[in-house]
């Protein structure tokens, strides 16, 4: 199983408009046959760092979430809302 | 539900011992009431980065979890296989 933790550092005026915009990516994202988990969470030292928690099966699953119709269209629209460039990690759980 | 996401900086000759020991820690962990899931997990950047993902009821079962034999026993071990001090951050289901 491989975790993903991408961080957003959402601009304060933006924070519900990032919540609303990522609704339809989690659901979708969930819905993948390859996902256990998918979560939006926020720091608890920020209330601007959104953060997504996954958790997909293998690198497959991962490379057909990243090509996805929900994904290549919802992404870029979450990445407006930031004030700066995010983090992505991938874990591999052992 | 709270994530922690806790990093740790293993010493390259000290991850297969980080491993090992983590064991009975993510067992009884599991056991805890308030647990949801609690996995261990390596950077797929760094191999010495072996990251603790865990997912709690409520801040109460954290609190508890802090407080219990195998925390305030094994986290000290674990510390002790560590180049540097790691991070740990807590984020907030949406």
Redesign the interface.
Known sequence: M??I?AKNYVKPECVQAF?DTAKELIEKSRAEEGNIFY???????DPNT??F?ENWKDQAAIESHNKSEHFTGIVPKLGQLCAREGEV??????
């Open positions: 491989i975790k933790v919540k979560t939006l969470n926020v720091s608890v030292n959104l953060v928690i990690e991938l874990f591999v759980e052992i």
